[in-house]
Nanobody
Framework: QVQLVESGGGLVQPGGSLRLSCVAS????????MGWYRQAPGKERELVAR???????NYADSVKGRFTISRDNAKNTVYLQMSGLEPEDTAVYYC?????????????WGQGTQVTVSS
């Protein structure tokens, strides 16, 4: 069984910063892409950023220049550094990982961490 556990969410004022972390644990051979998604109340889940195992990244237009995704392959961990936070960034943030478990690749999700941007 593979588990993804996020941490680092919380309440922050507009313009502030937060760093999210997500650690993958369990029995697996490796991890392909990892990413962060978010879901605001009444809205669909949307991509925030993704990173390949080699470090190639892509971002949603709304976060380009403010958010940075990175990963530590040795620690099976992905990070999301968020700066210049805006009220519109308020959402539950979910970690996602494409995990190689033998003959197949499965997509796993974390339980989510709340990020609230408010004064």
């Amino acid at each position: 069984q593979v588990q993804l556990v996020e941490s680092g969410g919380g309440l922050v004022q507009p313009g502030g910063s937060l760093r999210l972390s997500c650690v993958a644990s369990g029995r697996f051979f490796g991890i392909n892409d990892m990413g962060w998604y978010r879901q605001a109340p009444g809205k669909e889940r949307e991509l925030v950023a993704r990173i390949s195992s080699r470090g190639s990244t892509n971002y949603a237009d709304s976060v380009k220049g403010r958010f940075t995704i990175s990963r530590d392959n040795a620690k099976n961990t992905v990070y999301l550094q968020m700066s210049g936070l805006e009220p519109e960034d308020t959402a539950v943030y979910y970690c996602n990982a494409d995990v190689r478990t033998g003959v197949a690749v499965f997509s796993y999700w974390g339980q989510g961490t709340q990020v609230t941007v408010s004064s």
